[in-house]
């Protein structure tokens, strides 16, 4: 029933912006903490960022100030708006939903959506 689902993914050249979006259905979104992660081939899966129910938002220092994380309540979706693309930047891009704690912790991925920077 729960279903999250990235999309947005492609091929650009260095330098160069891509915005990823992720829906979630299945979940009273608004409550829910949203984060983007990556993976590189033959790298573990990394944060991105992240924003909180109330708006509050968290970037790793290698897309800080490249990347922004938004958030649309109504349309139960996040958005992740890369600039300054580099090639090291070239991943599959994971959308994480995730509530609570202990009992009550949630924790939903979606499948990914690649992208790939060309240098």
């Known amino acids: 029933q729960v279903q999250v689902v990235e999309s947005g993914g492609g091929l650009v050249q260095s330098g160069g912006s891509l915005r990823l979006s992720c829906a979630a259905s299945?979940?009273?979104?608004?409550?829910?903490?949203m984060g983007w992660y990556r993976q590189a081939p033959g790298k573990q899966r990394e944060l991105v960022a992240s924003?909180?129910?109330?708006?509050?938002?968290n970037y790793v220092d290698f897309v800080k100030g490249r990347f922004t994380i938004s958030r649309d309540n109504a349309k139960n979706t996040v958005y992740l708006e890369m600039n300054r693309l580099r090639a090291e930047d070239t991943a599959v891009y994971y959308c994480?939903?995730?509530?609570?704690?202990?009992?009550?912790?949630?924790?939903?991925w979606g499948q990914g959506t690649q992208v790939t920077v060309s240098s």
């Open positions: 924003i909180t129910n109330s708006g509050s938002t």
């Open positions: 994480r939903a995730t509530r609570g704690m202990g009992s009550y912790y949630r924790d939903y």
């Open positions: 299945g979940i009273i979104f608004s409550a829910y903490t």
